[in-house]
């Protein structure tokens, strides 16, 4: 069992600390630790509410020079198929609703940060360096590389905004770093996935390594 974040208000913070919450200085959250009942928490226990989902997803993987140290590290990203739903605010209805992907490929997902369980361990498991962290520049936390050599943050800015970034490849020389892990899962997700798509990625595509 792990821990459980809370969102606690900063004048709610006394009264969730005296019922037993820690706070984490690293990520700038109060937590319950493992092992402690979250009945007396629960109204600070974030209510998931996922944007993204679809019957399968991909871990795709790239490299990178890290910002820190200037060696290449290996970067990840989850991406979601052509069939991918996402969840949409119409102001005019003031209601949301579910709507196609409008991308013909695979579409990367940035500055994730919730999930469903089984997406969570896949990740544990196939890239423990692509993990949940704070972001001083966002302010917020979401599942961010970190360098495999010096491990230090590796934002999604950098990642998936700019051009001919790992996740935003516009040219073949970046397209051919790119590998994907096909996992054959539901998925359900937080994040934006609408964000970075060049116009020749049809062609991009038929470049990018499918792996076992």
């Not at 997406?119 to 196939?126: G, S």
Request: charged share 25%; with cysteine; net charge negative.
């Amino acid at each position: 069992m792990k821990r459980t974040d809370l969102k606690v208000p900063y004048q709610e913070k006394d009264h969730a600390k005296s019922l037993g919450a820690k706070w984490d200085s690293t990520n700038k959250v109060w937590y319950v630790p493992d092992g402690i009942s979250v009945d007396p928490f629960s109204k600070w226990i974030p209510k998931e509410n996922y944007n993204i989902k679809a019957d399968k997803f991909y871990l795709a993987r790239s490299t990178y020079s890290c910002w820190s140290c200037n060696k290449d590290t290996f970067v990840f990203s989850i991406a979601v198929p052509p069939t991918a739903l996402f969840l949409e605010y119409d102001e005019g209805e003031e209601t949301e609703e579910w709507i196609p992907n409008i991308h013909n490929n695979p579409t990367f997902v940035s500055y994730l940060s919730a999930m469903t369980i089984n997406v969570e361990n896949t990740i544990k498991k196939l890239a423990p360096r692509y993990h949940s962290d704070f972001s001083k520049t966002v302010n917020t936390t979401y599942w961010m590389n970190h360098c495999e050599h010096c491990g230090m943050k590796q934002g999604d800015f950098g990642l998936h905004q700019e051009v001919d970034s790992p996740f935003f490849p516009i040219s073949e020389s970046q397209a051919e770093l790119l590998e994907f892990l096909e996992i054959n899962e539901p998925i359900q997700c937080n994040g934006d996935g609408y964000g970075n798509y060049s116009s020749n990625m049809d062609e991009l595509f038929e470049m990018f390594n499918l792996t076992d």
